[in-house]
């Protein structure tokens, strides 16, 4: 029987292509599809979700492969696919609206829309029966139908409420207020993160009144981001030893993939044992870099292990040809979530001889009852990772393992090259460079960094999405802040000026396209978009941080750079609009915090000028070895030409290397101190300047 093919086989997003064959009469997100709706007076639903979803998986499995709810929408629906990682605006703005109707939101997420776009009743994953207290989706859909016949100004009513909330929802005027912001916000964030923490097995989300932790349970990067910066702050002992337990138990646990590197989404337990097994590019590109912070606080290697592993995996699994990183691994294979990952002991018996496989079952705690499903067991390490002695023998089993596992069928790969998500990554790699010294992570940065120019850089303008040679999507806020600070970042790794000026010139686009020039902040999308039923302005700092988050961090560190005080105000005018937020609800705006730590230091402003780059690099590594959340960091050599970078850099003025010596000029507010020659001089002004430093 010849397949039957929708609207969705024209698109490149791999999400919505699994859908193309559906018998559903999907189109994507667009006019013609609205348009139907108009003429043809007929309700939307809208499905938005992913291609890594396994919920994703399972409903389209259930009832958009049936035919007979396919007959049910397509009679009475136009339906509309949307990939939320193409269209965040859009996920955005539904998911709120799901969340103030239902009290919950997921993926799928399945809206109604009137129409003019406005939702009237939204869900998330629906059964194709009754189950668990939720009705059967068939059933749900004729509900729906008999509503909007017989009572569409009910529908209408409903619909104009909700839209008024979602217009307050994004209103963010800033208070007048009589304090400067201070660092009550960071404590009360600090004070809440410890009643949320779970000192049993690390992570947080302790539940205050029960005592009970939460579940699933998310890594958070951001909380244990602004944690390091809190200890660096505070000198808080506490604040360390959260994120230190947190860091060692989710490396310990099956959340991370013990024989591939990288982490799973999240635990679908308390003590990080069994992942929801997809891979999320983001999700390591945040978790690797905190890995390589804490291990430049403690000087653990086992923290900047754990973080080269993860880098290794994206170099290995998750690079184009191109360069570009890819957005996901599904947690599906051969239609089972995880199959790809578990083992069973006959399996590792078959593959290594019996005391190295009993040796390797201990280990990582493969049993014959097991862990999971079928009586396989997830992979994790059985004793604590502090005792654990990597002998050659261990690691080569590890990679006879691999080999293994690399020839059963994988999950499908999401191979969208997102700018965003590539910023937040080549932030990772410029990072971890910085911290280990490895050629291949800058490479990678780099590499990655020149896709982004060649493919979805045209006339100055950013885009947001490239696939199999198209590339679509105007950039969205986060897209341009999450590639500034991946061009501040990669500029400290590797010094070359034309990145720091590329992120100038695309933060000046960024003020004139998103700025909120009547209340501060930035918007989600450019000016003039009239797409969308609400304009979005929005601080909430989710699986990745809000573009205000990073904005804010960004319009500093250009401030210190470049002197240009106006950059400081819109980030206070930033910190102002989502004061209120940042007080009532701090630990859904941590990195937003980070950005009020900075602003609330007086950052080190660190030259450093040479004739050549290798007579320095003794000097760049010292400044590189120490945890600095808050300094910009220069370097000058002969080769630059001076007029032009003295443009982009006033701070260089007049700075020389001295007798021809490499020379650190180490200075706060563009007041520098004495300038050092000496190695063990830059280490003493270092400690002097920061407690914190290790001699």
């Known amino acids: 029987m010849k397949r039957t093919t929708n609207a969705l086989i024209n698109e490149k997003s791999p999400y919505l292509l699994q859908h193309a064959h559906n018998p559903v009469d999907w189109f994507p997100w667009g006019k013609e599809a609205l348009s139907c709706a108009g003429n043809e007076d007929k309700p939307i639903f809208l499905s938005i979700g992913y291609s890594t979803c396994h919920w994703c998986h399972v409903m389209a499995r259930e009832s958009f492969e049936n035919m007979q709810t396919a007959d049910i929408l397509n009679a009475n629906f136009i339906c509309i696919k949307v990939d939320r990682e193409e269209r965040p605006d859009l996920d955005e703005i539904y998911m709120k609206a799901v969340q103030m109707l239902a009290g919950t939101g997921g993926w799928p997420l399945s809206v109604f829309l009137t129409p003019d776009k406005t939702p009237f009743y939204g869900v998330t994953y629906f059964p194709p029966e009754p189950r668990h207290g939720l009705p059967a989706f068939n059933d749900l859909l004729q509900t729906i139908i008999q509503i909007w016949q017989d009572d569409r100004e009910q529908i209408q009513q409903n619909s104009k409420q909700i839209l008024q909330l979602l217009h307050n929802s994004y209103l963010h005027k800033p208070e007048i207020r009589t304090e400067a912001i201070s660092g009550d916000l960071l404590d009360n964030a600090y004070e809440q993160l410890i009643l949320q923490f779970d000192s049993g097995y690390g992570g947080f989300g302790t539940d205050i009144r029960s005592g009970l932790v939460k579940i699933p349970k998310f890594p958070q990067p951001g909380f244990l981001s602004f944690l390091l910066r809190y200890y660096h702050r505070t000198k808080e002992k506490s604040a360390l030893t959260m994120v230190e337990k947190t860091l060692y138990a989710m490396a310990e646990g099956g959340i991370f993939d013990h024989l591939g590197g990288g982490f799973h989404r999240y635990s679908t337990d308390n003590q990080w044992l069994i992942p929801h097994f997809e891979k999320m590019l983001y999700d390591n590109a945040l978790l690797s870099r905190v890995y390589f912070e804490a291990y430049q606080i403690t000087g653990d290697s086992f923290f900047s292990r754990i973080g080269k592993r993860t880098l290794d995996w994206v170099i290995q699994e998750m690079t184009s040809p191109g360069g570009g990183f890819y957005s996901a691994l599904d947690a599906d294979s051969e239609g089972s979530e995880g199959a790809f990952y578990v083992w069973s002991p006959t399996e590792i018996n078959s593959v290594l001889d019996k005391e190295l496989s009993e040796i390797i079952c201990q280990y990582f705690g493969v049993t014959q009852q097991g862990n999971f499903e079928g009586g396989s067991s997830v992979l994790h390490i059985n004793k604590p990772v502090r005792d654990v002695n990597y002998s050659d023998a261990t690691i080569k089993a590890m990679q006879q393992l691999l080999n293994v596992r690399n020839q059963r069928v994988r999950p499908a790969t999401d191979d969208k090259i997102i700018t965003g998500l590539n910023g937040l990554m080549i932030s990772a790699f410029a990072v971890g460079y910085r911290v280990l010294h490895d050629k291949r992570f800058l490479e990678a940065a780099t590499s990655a960094a020149r896709f982004i120019f060649d493919n979805l850089l045209t006339e100055g303008q950013l885009y947001r999405r490239y696939r199999d040679g198209e590339v679509a999507i105007p950039a969205n806020l986060e897209d341009y802040t999450f590639f500034i600070a991946a061009l501040l970042d990669l500029y400290e790794a590797s010094f070359d000026p034309q990145l720091l000026k590329k992120a100038i010139q695309l933060n000046e686009s960024m003020i004139e396209m998103f700025l909120d020039k009547a209340d501060g902040g930035f918007y989600f999308n450019a000016h003039g978009e009239t797409e969308l039923i609400v304009s979005i302005k929005e601080a909430y700092d989710g699986p990745t941080p809000s573009g205000n988050s990073i904005a804010s961090q960004n319009l500093l560190r250009l401030a210190a750079i470049t002197g240009n005080e106006e950059l400081t105000t819109y980030a206070e005018k930033i910190f102002l609009a989502f004061g209120e937020q ?57 080769d630059v030409t001076a007029d032009k970078f003295l443009d982009l850099v006033p701070l260089i003025r007049n700075r020389v290397a001295i007798q021809g010596n490499p020379t650190v000029y180490i200075c706060e507010n563009f007041t520098c101190k004495t300038p050092v020659t000496n190695l063990e001089d830059l280490r003493r002004a270092l400690i002097k300047i920061i407690p914190l430093f290790k001699e």
């Open 582 to 638: 940042l007080e009532q609800n701090p630990l859904a705006h941590t990195q937003m915090l980070c950005g009020v730590d900075f602003y609330l230091s007086s950052p080190l402003q660190i030259v450093i000028v040479s004739q050549t780059s290798k007579e320095a690099d003794a000097f760049v590594a010292e400044i590189r070895r120490h945890f600095v959340p808050n300094r910009i960091l220069i370097f000058i050599d002969s």
